[in-house]
């Protein structure tokens, strides 16, 4: 267990539709990853936050968004989804500076879109 | 832009013989990181090894191995005393801290079968 919990672990939803995904970090942990897993792509970094704002941007589509909490829990919204957003979507955390740049992958939630 | 291959798209191994998985990445840092993930068909990723490019010396956790050529670009993982719970894909990534952020950017995995 890396201590990095995420929910829903399933999701299916229809295509035009909009889910959220959440994720919280380790605690101690103020960094959160937010990764897309497909068949076709690899893994592939989306966005960063730490601490409340946004780090960096990766491959991530104008249909989707992400924020970081107070209590530090962060939040990946896809809207206007597509068959093709249909992937494992993993949430990791890590604690900067000095951390050695470790990441803590969560369980990912699993989306199908139909 | 960074970039991590690893060319064995799929791997076999014996239990308890020893395998080494293949990685070399590309970039113009000089200082970054690199780790090695498995993701059994848990689908849950799992921190197995991490090198400092900065230190010579090649890290070791148990079974777990790494031969860094830091100028041939070459991270390869070997794992000894295969046994069957190493059966996973396994997945190389490079973090280049000088970048600002820290994202890490993958490989596209090997696939390994530990065979009893």
């Known amino acids: 267990d890396s201590g990095v919990t995420q929910t829903p672990k399933h999701l299916i939803t229809a295509t035009g539709q909009r889910v959220t995904l959440r994720c919280s970090p380790r605690s101690g942990d103020l960094s959160v990853y937010w990764y897309q897993q497909s068949l076709d792509q690899g893994l592939q970094f989306l966005i960063q936050?730490?601490?409340?704002?946004?780090?960096a941007k990766g491959n991530i589509l104008e249909r989707f968004s992400a924020q970081q909490f107070p209590d530090l829990h962060s939040e990946l919204n896809l809207s206007s989804l597509e068959l093709g957003d249909s992937a494992l979507y993993f949430c990791a955390s890590s604690v900067e500076p000095g951390s050695h740049y470790e990441q803590y992958f969560g369980p990912g939630t699993r989306l199908t879109v139909t | 832009a960074q970039t991590v291959t690893q060319s064995q798209p799929e791997m076999s191994v014996q239990e308890a013989e020893t395998v080494t998985l293949s990685c070399t990445y590309d970039?113009?840092?000089?200082?970054?990181?690199l780790f090695w993930y498995k993701q059994p068909p848990s689908r849950q990723m799992i921190l197995v090894i991490r090198?400092?490019?900065?230190?010579?010396q090649n890290a070791t956790e148990n079974r777990f191995s790494v031969n860094f050529q830091k100028a041939a670009k070459s991270f390869s993982l070997k794992i000894s005393d295969s046994q069957l719970g190493d059966t996973a894909m396994y997945f190389c990534a490079f973090v280049p801290p000088g970048a600002g952020s820290y994202q890490l950017t993958f490989g596209k995995g090997t696939k390994l079968s530990v065979i009893p």
């Open positions: 090198q400092e490019a900065y230190k010579q």
């Open positions: 936050y730490y601490n409340g704002e946004e780090r």
């Open positions: 970039t113009s840092e000089n200082n970054y990181y």
